[in-house]
């Protein structure tokens, strides 16, 4: 009896030593799965996601288009005169043969620049996550207007994970400025107005003038051209969206 009862506790000490085995590899794997995520992740779409940057400023070089004589650099020109949507250059001029905006497939063809909270990323055509989102590129909603042009250019980026550009954009508050480069024009857009959470169905607030189906208080009445930016929240999670819009406030060109 006296060995039977030690051969049960041996078993039970193996049992209990083995389970413990366990649980320290499902922890030591969960936590690689998190370090994954929130770190790695970050890492790799973070430096794809500049390696583009900077490729796309390479590929446009110098401004294409001339800045009018004596008018100084970071001179910025009327909302109606840009060369995306054909109106007359300031100079006089027409706009630049090939400065209309038609960008294909899921390509990077513009960079937002958020200097509040430091962000500088790629946009890309589409919002899918494979080909765009979870490259650490900011999303262009396909069905929204272009840079610069009468509607609104509707934006996605991740909050949490895989470069997340768009994790602080709850931080912006109205007057912050959202630059957006391309490769013939600089447009600047100021912040207007945010909308802390709605539905992730909520289709207004990407239309063309931009405005709740959820809650109507929220956004606005009359056309113009306009920047939103959309985000999942709260962090860590995709339950609803947090959305920022702003106004074109100036353009100028490269």
């Not at 890492?43 to 001339?66: D, F, K, M, N």
Request: glycine share 12%.
């Amino acid at each position: 009896m006296v060995q039977g009862g030690r051969a049960r506790r041996a078993w039970a000490a193996r049992g209990l030593w083995a389970g413990a085995e366990l649980a320290v590899t499902f922890g030591l794997l969960v936590l690689l799965l998190v370090a994954h995520q929130l770190w790695w992740t970050n890492r790799e779409a973070r430096a794809e996601a500049g390696h583009t940057v900077h490729s796309l400023e390479r590929e446009w070089g110098a401004p294409r288009v001339p800045v009018p004589s004596g008018s100084g650099d970071d001179e910025q020109v009327a909302v109606g005169d840009h060369p995306a949507t054909g109106a007359p250059h300031p100079s006089g001029g027409k706009a630049a043969s090939g400065a209309k905006i038609t960008p294909h497939g899921d390509q990077a063809y513009a960079v937002i620049r958020i200097p509040r909270i430091g962000v500088t990323a790629p946009i890309a055509q589409g919002i899918s996550k494979a080909g765009v989102l979870d490259k650490g590129y900011v999303g262009h909603y396909v069905q929204s207007a272009q840079p610069g042009q009468v509607g609104n250019f509707a934006l996605a980026g991740h909050r949490n994970t895989h470069g997340e550009p768009f994790r602080y954009i709850n931080e912006l508050r109205a007057g912050d400025q959202v630059m957006v480069e391309t490769r013939d024009t600089v447009y600047t857009y100021v912040v207007d107005s945010t909308l802390p959470q709605t539905s992730a169905r909520d289709s207004g607030t990407i239309a063309a003038v931009p405005r709740s189906d959820v809650k109507p208080s929220y956004g606005y009445s009359t056309p113009g051209r306009y920047i939103t930016l959309t985000t999942c929240t709260p962090e860590f999670t995709s339950t609803y969206r947090l959305v920022v819009w702003g106004k074109l406030q100036a353009s100028r060109p490269r």
